[in-house]
């Protein structure tokens, strides 16, 4: 199932072709047609020139309607040539039938049926993405939908087993629904069978309410305590409405500040007492923190889980499909930038595979999002530029002496930088840097309609002294009471940068930026020339230009037709800063 490693499976014309796709319509598995089922195909051998894997079949959405109709379950990877050598006959580490009647089990459990699913397969630990716990209204009514289509037969066989060791006596449980018992319970047996015990919940509120109505739930808030054998973290992170501000911002997310103060935000960030230790992160602050800052922090927490662990790890948010694909395509490329993840794809392959995978076939509304201006897609390949560091590697390495910023950026790429200000260093006030050396972009002269922040050093220590809860499970909720939030000065907050401030100019270096993508492009081989510090670095940058130049190119011409959004003035101010376009208007 391997292949050549020097075998190109994708060019620029399938990113292009993908993307135009993408943000046009939103995959759903009953919809099937041959362009979809290329992408499928083209996504099956990217995933074969690394693992050994099986499928399961999703046929017409029979599992979940946006999820793919061939779900890859990543067994073990294969060697760094693509080849299974003395493994060449081992069998299926999984009984995919079982597995399959599982996940049809267990779909019920979780909002819009998008139940537990591996997706990434890193030394030997999966990580797995989903939505949400359904509330008691959705798994009733899905259940009796599906109860009444199928002719009055249940669609899943009964379980004593799991229902009677999860029921609890009638004084804990008579407030609860029977069939909470049920599909939760095939829930957690699915978690077990996949190897996961630490669960990422995403979400700002504690349960979704519609129309006063609780519409899904979380495991953090579990009555019943069903995943009390569970590592439960809380991280609370901005929903996709919040990248309309990222939008507005001139796609920026730094001094970008979240309005913790909503009432809806119900939701304190908790993490086990010796996580939050070992991760040396003043989780204190959280509500302090930026965008790009919130997101850093909040990656490097699940890539230290994930080195740190013997078992794997499930991300999800409400849905599943916008916060979600975020942080597991940050995990994939940040895993593929060490050589830990898909070590024998090239950058366009790597870019091909998150974006058909992790975002358009497990249903994100990129048409949607654009046309709302939710950038998180946009969002989530630029914010490459900001985990270049290898503070967010999995890889030990020695450290080399840091060499200049236009030294090392000017040999990578003979164009202006996405960052107005790429040459300079800022460094953050918080305390909970991850590094200094991380690239920072300036903020635009319009200020977004949502800025807050919350005190400095005298909110901090009534916060660590006042609002720190210790939780049954042995993990520390920090909250920041709303009424500690205020809006920033902008004197003190913003950085104005004009249009006309000085850019990186590239430089000569020793070997051409040609020859350098050559070194990075493909497998994990690390040259001699190419210092060990600086390979992941290359590795995403070469990622983060190829995706800026296909999306200026296909989705950037679209907005410079609806000039009544303003939007057309940014995207083309943005491929512009990118350096993909010359001055005859044509994409170099």
Not at 154 to 173: G, K, M, Q, V, Y
Not at 190 to 205: A, I, R
Not at 372 to 397: A, M, P, W, Y
Request: glycine share 6%.
């Amino acid at each position: 199932m391997g292949e050549s490693q020097g075998a190109a499976v994708v060019n620029e014309t399938d990113l292009r072709q993908i993307l135009d796709h993408f943000s046009k319509t939103q995959y759903r598995a009953r919809d099937g047609s041959s362009k979809v089922e290329g992408f499928e195909r083209k996504c099956l051998a990217l995933f074969a020139k690394d693992y050994k894997y099986s499928v399961i079949l999703n046929s017409n959405g029979e599992l979940c309607g946006h999820y793919p109709g061939k779900l890859v379950v990543l067994e073990y990877m294969l060697g760094t040539d693509g080849l299974l050598g003395e493994r060449d006959h081992v069998e299926s580490m999984y009984d995919v039938a079982k597995l399959r009647e599982m996940m049809c089990r267990s779909r019920f459990a979780r909002c819009r049926e998008r139940f537990v699913m591996p997706v990434i397969l890193c030394d030997g630990k999966h990580i797995c993405r989903s939505a949400t716990l359904s509330g008691g209204p959705e798994i009733y009514g899905r259940s009796g939908f599906n109860y009444f289509f199928s002719g009055g037969e249940s669609a899943e066989p009964e379980d004593e087993e799991t229902f009677t060791s999860l029921s609890r006596s009638p004084s804990t449980s008579s407030n609860d629904w029977p069939l909470f018992d049920r599909y939760r319970g095939q829930d957690i047996k699915l978690l077990k069978m996949l190897s996961v015990t630490t669960v990422c919940d995403l979400m700002l509120e504690n349960k979704k309410v519609k129309f006063g109505v609780n519409v899904t739930s979380s495991e953090k808030v579990d009555k019943e305590h069903r995943y009390s054998d569970f590592c439960l973290l809380s991280l609370p992170y901005p929903g996709c409405e919040f990248f309309k501000d990222f939008r507005d911002n001139g796609f920026n997310g730094v001094n970008l500040f979240f309005d913790w103060s909503q009432d809806f935000v119900d939701a304190d960030l908790s993490i086990p007492d010796r996580v939050a230790t070992a991760t040396g992160i003043d989780w204190h602050v959280y509500r302090s923190w930026d965008l790009v800052r919130i997101t850093q922090n909040y990656l490097k927490l699940l890539l230290f889980l994930i080195k740190d662990g013997d078992s794997g790890v499930l991300v999800h948010c409400i849905s599943g499909w916008d916060r979600t694909p975020l942080f597991i395509s940050l995990l994939r490329l940040s895993l593929w930038a060490d050589c830990k993840a898909h070590a024998n794809l090239s950058a366009a392959e790597i870019l091909y595979l998150t974006i058909a995978y992790d975002w358009l076939l497990f249903g994100h509304n990129l048409c949607d999002r654009l046309g709302k201006g939710e950038d998180v897609f946009f969002f989530c390949f630029n914010f490459l530029k900001h985990i270049t560091s290898d503070d967010f590697s999995l890889i030990q390495r020695r450290r080399h002496r840091a060499s200049s910023r236009a030294d090392s950026e000017s040999c990578l790429e003979p164009m202006v930088l996405l960052d107005l200000e790429e040459s300079r260093k800022h460094k953050l006030g918080s305390n909970s840097s991850l590094s200094s050396n991380i690239s920072i972009t300036s903020i635009s002269s319009t200020s977004s309609p949502i800025l807050t922040s919350v005190q400095d050093s005298s909110s901090k220590e009534e916060t660590r002294n006042g609002d720190i809860h210790q939780t049954s499970n042995g993990a520390v909720r920090y909250n920041v009471p709303k009424s500690s939030i205020h809006r920033p000065e902008s004197a003190k907050q913003t950085i104005i940068q004009s249009a006309t401030s000085p850019v990186a100019v590239p430089r000569s270096c020793r070997r051409s930026s040609a020859d350098m993508a050559k070194s990075t492009s493909s497998a994990c081989g690390r040259p001699e020339h190419i210092p060990e510090e600086s390979l992941r670095k290359q590795r995403l940058d070469q990622v983060r230009m190829e995706f800026n130049k296909i999306y200026s190119s296909v989705i950037g011409p679209r907005y410079a037709m609806e000039p009544s959004t303003g939007l057309g003035s940014v995207i083309g101010s943005l491929v512009t800063k990118v350096g993909l376009k010359g001055g005859r208007g044509q994409y170099v």
